[in-house]
């Protein structure tokens, strides 16, 4: 599968694990991210258990590239984000992930390349390679616990570069079934027939309060937004009670 045009690359500087790497990858096949690159990955590169842990994300593991400094992985790139959960003393603009996914892609479409950088898992980016980002961009996690797992890291970018250049609620992979709702008409025939079986039980007690007991049942009912069938099923629920009822009585 060959890279978009528009996608951003996922650079990962000294990864410790070929696990890792693999759910990096499967977190960007998940957004539609494709253009993965290595920066002296600790244990080599390839890896089988890299390739194990993407689950299938073979087009993301096959075109994979090792390179041997940061330099030479962002040197065809024109924005570069660096990832980093600390305060660095440098003058950079610190940007969300909503606001990063924004500008990226503002990026693209003028078309420029664009890549985000991720750090070791025990310690990050060093200065240096921060440095030679465009912005920062951080996570809004706990202060009192912002470990992030590089693959947790690399989806919640990827998921927000997704969502930027599509409307939220039309991206999803699929919606409410369209189905018909009850109508006023439907709902007044279920309140009748509850009332109706709650009154064969003596549920209204004491009589005086039923009025009030009544609107509390309508209102509660009413508060759901209910499909036809769901009221057909209810009522089917009232009148195999009421049944039951009947054959206890006699």
Known sequence: MERRKMDPVIILVEPQLGENIGMAARAMANFGVADLRLVRPRDGWPSEKARNAASRADHVIGKTENFETVEEAVADLDFVYATTARQRDMLKEVRHPVQAAQIMRQTVDKGGKVGILFGRERWG??????????????????????????????????????????????????????VPRASKEDMVRLFDHLEEALDEVNFFRPPEKRHHMVQNLRTILQKGDWAEQEVRTLRGVVAALQRRHERHSR
Do not use: H, K
Request: glycine share 2%; proline share 7%.
């Open 125 to 178: 980016l060093n200065n240096d390679e921060v440095a030679l980002a465009n912005e920062i961009l951080t996570l809004p996690v706990d202060p009192d616990f912002s470990s992030l797992n590089i693959a947790q890291a690399v989806l919640i970018i990827c998921y927000e570069w997704r969502m930027s250049g599509s409307d939220r609620e039309a991206a999803l992979p699929f919606e409410t079934p369209d």
